[in-house]
């Protein structure tokens, strides 16, 4: 059941920093399973690896601000 509550900001933060790691550790887990044509990271690797690591840093910029509706 849904609550009335409002997202807070520190949430929405936790929320985009998940995000992002998870971008990033997906982008990493591609060479686990051998896909790929590139040995090591690949240019489209490394572009996701830097979006997720700046979703991430933007999440936790939200960490601060504390209780306040999102």
């Keep these: ?29 591609v060479d686990l399973v051998g896909a790929g044509k590139f040995n090591g990271l690949g240019p489209a690797q490394q572009q996701l690896i830097g979006a997720g690591v700046l979703i991430a840093l933007f999440g936790l910029t939200l960490l601060p601000l504390g209780d306040r509706p999102a």
Aim: hydrophobic fraction near 55%.
């Design 1 to 29: 059941m849904l609550t009335d509550t409002p997202l807070t900001k520190r949430q929405l933060g936790w929320l985009i920093l998940s995000l992002g790691a998870a971008i990033v550790l997906a982008s990493l887990g």
